[in-house]
């Protein structure tokens, strides 16, 4: 029950495990080529993980919501627009780092917009990119492609601005209504700090925290979010930095 407890949470998780069984049968020659690159990619990703964790944490002790809010909200006009594109273009990482970075910025007040346009600089116009993309393709080339992207990312970045609401970006995907008890994954560093202070509550499992079932929000929950280095854990919808 467990084990199938599992899969049903983790719906990714399962669907890549089936894929991998459907190559292995239709394609048994590949399956060692597709192991290589998944290994490559899973390298990568804890590679870079501690990185965005760093990055979450030093976002949420050091710069206040007001400030994000007025460079980055919705209100923040042209200079928001030029603040978004900097951030995204001196970015470093892969694009899956600019996520849950993204997603800590607009719960800090950053508008849907401008987490548009850093997700989308982050991908295509960074500096480090563009030096590379003169090396092979010229400076022509690059100029003219930078500008039209700039211009793309904006319109796009007003679409959706239009279209989709903070609330609807930022619920989870797999239950939008609000859990009396949660821990942000993304943010969790299983350093077992709530697990200690709060036992009846909490578990690490995988290097992860993770709520029991059956917690009791009693008077120690409190006490383990506010001494969680990451912020990770939410009680009523809130994270202790709010």
Known sequence: MKILKFLKKNTLFTIGMMLYGLVAIIEPGQIKSVAYYSYIYFKELFEVLPLIVLLATVIDAWIPKELILKKLGKDSGKMGYFYAYIIGSISAGPIYASFPIVRLLMEKGASVGNAVIII????????????????????????????????????????????????????????????????????????????KISPADFEIIDEKAKVKEGYSLGPTIKAASNKCPTNAIVINGKRSIE
């Open 120 to 195: 989308s600089a982050w991908a295509v116009i960074k500096v480090p990119m563009l030096v590379n993309e003169v090396k092979f393709l010229g400076m022509n080339y690059m100029i003219l492609r930078w500008v039209l992207t700039i211009i793309a990312i904006f319109i796009m970045s007003q679409i959706v601005q239009k279209s989709v609401s903070k609330e609807e970006a930022l619920a989870s995907k797999s239950n939008s209504k609000i859990q009396p008890l949660e821990i942000i994954e993304a943010y969790c560093i299983g350093c077992g700090i709530c697990s």
